[in-house]
């Protein structure tokens, strides 16, 4: 079995091909049809005249039946002619010019009556014969005489002149169509690699950047054409990709950071208690060390759970009527405990209802991790400040703190995952796994909402999320 080629280029060049196989020869069969037609036109017209001018030279005389010598003469040099009239019920011929003595086709011409002749009519009818290879084109037209004698006069042309042209024209199509057929593949075929060259050009490009090299781009080809859209499309794509690889480096990096240091805590601690009998305090002491490690852990791997679920699109949210002020309050009176241990003021502030559509677990979560952060980053005898006001048809709740702020540099950045920074802001605190923001944004997102920083200007942090309030809660009920 032939394998052909399968690519672009010769695609086209088959689709081509059978669109020209396909058009060429219905526009040949039209223009054979109008030349042909165009050819019988003019023939028939020649006979039409001398049919016009037997008829002028048959009404000079009352009755047709006998023709006058100047009527013979002048009917004698007007081509090939047959007349006949009728004669006590029939017809017969009784005139035939001198080009048809001889003539073949005589016989037949004289045989065929007005009635009989095919097309005949009222009017003139035309006929073609073929006869001994040769082709006829015959007019009968009737006329009338003075008389009243009914008589038909039939003029013929011999149409080889003209279908020696529509031979010709027939041979020269069916050597010009194959013919220009394979002249527009060859076309075709160069064209179309000529057009596709800069799609070769890109995709041996594209085969040539790796993983380790995503920070090149194709070159433009300079036009805002098919091509020039595909580098854009192309070059974008790979942005994307390199955005991708590179956060994927950062956070298998900052993972394994994470996880690094627990472990190393806990191999720490299970060297010392090895490395020498220990009393009882002492055990229970790095069994309550191992124990916190293990918890970050457990922390650090369901956050990541989420995250990877969430990046998925695996988690879903329940959505139903939230009241946020309400559910602030609660949340803030379940932090006031921790909040007096740390000798911190909490207080809330709510200026009216605000219901949102969302998952009331995953709001508590996410107000929950800025309630953990503010206070996590509060000296004592500070104040964390939890805001809910409706704005037009968003509900935003603000966290404020009066500790030492974000730095300038980190408030672009406090929503990635794994990020912490290394400032007096988290000197001294038990670090944490770096997630905590990333989820709460997460959050915002997947409620249609959004969260952002800012540093207040009296000092201290200020995170605010904007949810949308729920449709039928915006006219304050």
């Keep these: 079995m032939i394998a052909f080629p399968r690519t672009l280029r010769f695609r086209l060049t088959v689709w081509y091909c059978a669109a020209l196989a396909l058009v060429l020869p219905v ?18 017209g020649m006979l039409r005249d001398q049919a016009a001018q037997i008829r002028t030279i048959l009404q000079d005389q009352e009755d047709c039946h006998i023709l006058t010598p100047a009527q013979r003469e002048a009917l004698d040099h007007l081509g090939r002619i047959v007349l006949l009239h009728e004669s006590d019920g029939g017809h017969e011929v009784y005139y035939q010019s001198p080009e048809m003595k001889g003539n073949p086709m005589a016989p037949t011409v004289g045989a065929l009556g007005w009635r009989d002749a095919p097309g005949a009519g009222p009017g003139p009818a035309f006929a ?28 013929m042309e011999d149409l080889g002149e003209a279908q020696e042209t529509l031979r010709h024209l027939r041979f020269a199509m069916l050597l010009l169509i194959p013919a220009g057929i394979a002249c527009s593949a060859l076309g075709g075929f160069w064209l179309s690699g000529r057009a596709l060259a800069p799609v070769d050009r890109i995709a041996r490009m594209a085969r040539e950047i790796e993983a380790s090299k995503l920070d090149q781009r194709l070159p433009h080809p300079g036009g805002q054409d098919e091509i020039g859209r595909l580098v854009d499309t192309l070059n974008h794509m790979i942005g994307r990709l390199e955005a991708s ?18 472990l190393a805590t806990m191999q720490n601690t299970l060297e010392v208690l090895l490395a020498r009998p220990r009393t009882v305090e002492e055990q229970h002491a790095a069994l309550e060390s191992l124990g916190d490690d293990v918890a970050r852990l457990r922390g650090i791997v369901g956050d990541l759970l989420l995250l990877a679920r969430a990046d998925n699109g695996r988690v879903e949210l329940e959505r139903e009527p939230v009241a946020l002020d309400g559910l602030v309050q609660a949340l803030a009176d379940t932090y006031q405990a921790r909040a007096g241990e740390q000798g911190v003021a909490l207080a809330v502030e709510a200026a009216g209802p605000a219901v949102v559509a969302g998952d009331e677990r995953w709001l508590t979560q996410l107000l929950g991790n800025l309630l953990d952060n503010a206070l996590k980053f509060t000296p004592a005898g500070g104040r964390v ?45 038990r670090p944490g796994s770096g997630l905590g923001l990333a989820i709460a944004a997460w959050i915002a997102q997947a409620h249609g909402g959004g969260i952002s920083a800012a540093n207040q200007d009296a000092g201290g942090a200020l995170l605010t999320v904007a949810l949308p309030l729920l449709a039928g809660s915006l006219d304050g009920h």
Excluded: C
């Design 27 to 44: 526009f040949g069969a039209l223009m054979y049809g109008i030349v042909s037609h165009r050819l019988l036109d003019h023939h028939d």
């Design 385 to 429: 400040t939890v805001a809910v006001r409706r704005h037009e048809d968003q509900v935003r709740i603000t966290v404020g703190d009066t500790g030492p702020g974000i730095p300038e540099a980190s408030l672009g950045r406090i929503f990635e995952r794994f990020y912490q920074e290394d400032s007096s802001r988290t000197r001294g605190r």
């Design 245 to 262: 690889f590179l956060a994927m480096k950062r956070f298998t990096a900052d993972a394994s950071h994470e996880l690094r240091n627990p």
């Design 128 to 155: 073609t014969f073929r006869h001994q290879g040769m082709t006829w084109r015959i007019l009968s037209q009737p006329y009338q005489a003075r008389s009243g004698r009914q008589g038909v006069i039939r003029v």
